[in-house]
């Protein structure tokens, strides 16, 4: 009778300093991440609103949402942009200012060579991209695709573009996968607002005189 390999488990917790630990036994190895990206999604919501604050220089309210993407939906867009989402939702920011509709924030994760990157899109009231913003980046290496000059370039793109790195996204050395992954989940991002801004209703608090959130 055949004996059964042994199996090494190793529990491994990623920092938002990218520094984990890989261990191999030859024959049979578990690899189990807990990051704390997971448990400090608090930090991801502060860090996001910070942001917002930032775009939006007026007493805002923001109400967020998780968004259940449609699976309809859903196919439509990652078999136009050949990608899959992340997850079956995403959050949604929406951004009210005064008594009307000042924008749009939605986060979400796309996977670089082994591990997600957490991204932010900032979009108008008629879905156009006003920014991008990479929340936490977790590969150690492929960074830069974090840098300001090289987000700068979705900032106002058509959704009529190809969002495609080396034809209208310029690329990265060394950042390849990662600078492919993001380009592809902000068009991803952009064509579900499309959808999302055509089929729903918003209700803005009118005489708001503070800056709030209602983000749980």
């Not at 990652?78 to 749009?104: A, H, N």
Request: glycine share 4%; aromatic share 12%; charged share 20%.
């Amino acid at each position: 009778m055949a004996r059964r390999p042994s199996c090494l488990i190793l529990v491994s917790v990623l920092t938002f300093n990218d520094r984990f630990l890989f261990m191999i036994n030859g024959k049979c190895v578990f690899i189990i991440l807990l990051s704390l990206f997971y448990a400090k999604a608090s930090d991801i919501q502060s860090d996001v609103e910070n942001i917002i604050q930032s775009e939006y220089h007026l007493e805002y309210k923001l109400i967020l949402h998780k968004h259940y993407i449609s699976d309809s939906l859903k196919t439509q867009i990652e078999k136009r942009v050949r990608q899959k989402f992340f997850s079956d939702y995403v959050y949604i920011w929406e951004i009210c200012g005064q008594d009307s509709l000042s924008g749009f924030a939605v986060l979400d994760n796309v996977l670089a060579k082994s591990l997600p990157i957490t991204f932010l899109v900032i979009f108008s009231p008629n879905g156009q991209i006003k920014k991008v913003d990479i929340i936490r980046y977790r590969e150690p290496y492929g960074g830069a695709v974090g840098s300001r000059i090289w987000l700068d370039q979705f900032t106002r793109k058509p959704i009529s573009d190809d969002f495609m790195v080396y034809k209208d996204i310029d690329a990265i050395s060394g950042a390849t996968i990662s600078t492919g992954s993001v380009t592809r989940g902000v068009y991803k991002l952009m064509l579900m607002m499309e959808y999302y801004i055509s089929t729903k209703v918003y209700n803005c608090s009118e005489n708001i005189s503070t800056t709030e959130s209602n983000a749980n």
